[in-house]
């Protein structure tokens, strides 16, 4: 399988990218990985023009920036895992960028013409944070569950490593978290 990671974080180096590049090397040992990283990204914010959703059979976005490359490969793989730090309890504003751009990839939302370019695709979340999952990372989950319904994906898991300090710090927990991700993954493209 084919499976795209998007880094959300505006550190190439930290806490973010060690645990994705964890995962990475766990599910690579079977499947082929493609990375994405927003930071050295030209992402826009989204206009709000709506002009996107007059064109249901692609991404109809105005902006030819980076987000529609982006799109392209999202589309033709078989999971895509969302990896951001979590910034004052939601994505960072990088990923923010590209996850309000996801707007072009729904049409007709809410009628009989609803129509989504990633329909059916299997789709997981990966947080890092300073302090804890609870009464934290609530609001970046739910976020997440509500995007992932409205694109008609499914979410395969949400995954959170807490108390980050620095990305040498990221020991043991972290591996394990990023194992039982990759296992959930392979098991879930096997269903
Ligand atoms: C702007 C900003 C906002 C943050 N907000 C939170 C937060 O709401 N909750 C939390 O636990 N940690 C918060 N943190 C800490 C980061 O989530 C944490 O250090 C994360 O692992 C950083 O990942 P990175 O090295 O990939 O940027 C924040 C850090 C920054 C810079």
Redesign the pocket.
Known sequence: MKVTTI?????K???????LGLFEEQIAQDHNVDRITVATSSIKGCLGCHACQKVPDEPGCVQKDDALPIFERMMSSDVVIYA???????F?SQMKALLDRHFCLVTGYGTPDYKSLVQDKNVALL??????VEN??DLIQTMFDRMSDWGQCNVIGKYV?????T?DAIGAEGMEIVKKMAADIAAAQCQ
């Open positions: 880094l959300g974080s505006p550190k180096n930290g806490n973010t990218a060690k645990v951001s730090p979590l910034y004052c309890w939601g960072s947080v890092t944070c300073a302090g804890p934290n990372t490593v807490p108390f980050c300090t990305p």
